[in-house]
């Protein structure tokens, strides 16, 4: 219920400011891939460039909680709700660490999405992480990735792909 309710609450806000929110809790959305293709679709017009041509590019923040966020970003938007598994996430040096004992997951700090041009996005020490809306990494229908997220690494890629590290935007508690 408390899900459904700050869902809500949400759409609520969003309505009565008639304006994006400065950190848009992916999770409370009912399609969140088609959120982050209009901020896409949305940039490249205004940019003038092909949509074609155009990726998403994310970066973690220092933010931990949305009233942190003074302003939203003049391009894209800040993300909150996602939880990582497989790692953890260390806020100091900004990047993933093994995971913890016992613990499965942990919310990730406020992700900032942004479009840009792909012939202009040079990733190194990042792993492209899938983001599933739930722990099962599918929803009802056996659909379940929203999007990838750039997650910074000091290991290799693959250390993170046999620890199996996902984010989800719904976690079971």
């Known amino acids: 219920m408390?899900?459904?309710?700050?869902?809500?609450?949400?759409?609520?806000?969003?309505?009565?400011?008639?304006?994006?929110?400065k950190v848009m809790w992916l999770s409370g959305l009912h399609v969140p891939e088609s959120y982050l293709t209009a901020l896409i679709q949305t940039t490249c017009r205004e940019k003038k460039w092909p949509l074609d041509k155009?990726?998403?590019?994310?970066?973690?923040?220092?933010?931990?909680?949305?009233?942190?966020?003074?302003?939203?970003?003049?391009?894209?938007?800040?993300?909150?709700?996602?939880?990582?598994?497989g790692c953890s996430w260390d806020k100091k040096r900004g990047c993933m660490i093994?995971?913890?004992?016992k613990v499965l997951q942990e919310q990730l700090p406020i992700l900032q999405?942004?479009?840009?041009?792909?012939?202009?996005?040079?990733l190194q020490n990042?792993?492209?992480?899938?983001v599933y809306v739930t722990q099962n990494r599918r929803n009802?229908?056996?659909?379940?990735?929203?999007?990838?997220?750039?997650?910074a690494t000091t290991q290799h890629p693959s250390m993170w792909i046999?620890?199996?590290?996902?984010?989800?935007l719904n976690i079971d508690s």
Not at 7 to 20: A, G, N, V
Not at 113 to 122: A, D, M
Request: net charge positive; charged share 25%.
């Open 2 to 21: 408390a899900h459904f309710q700050r869902r809500h609450l949400q759409y609520q806000d969003w309505l009565l400011r008639k304006k994006d929110p």
């Open 140 to 151: 009802a229908m056996g659909v379940g990735l929203v999007f990838t997220a750039d997650l």
């Open 162 to 168: 046999l620890q199996g590290v996902a984010l989800c």
């Open 126 to 130: 990042t792993l492209k992480t899938p």
């Open 54 to 85: 155009s990726v998403m590019f994310t970066s973690v923040t220092k933010f931990t909680k949305p009233e942190e966020v003074k302003e939203k970003p003049r391009q894209g938007c800040f993300v909150t709700g996602l939880y990582l598994e």
């Open 98 to 101: 093994c995971q913890k004992p």
């Open 113 to 122: 999405v942004t479009p840009i041009e792909s012939n202009k996005l040079k």
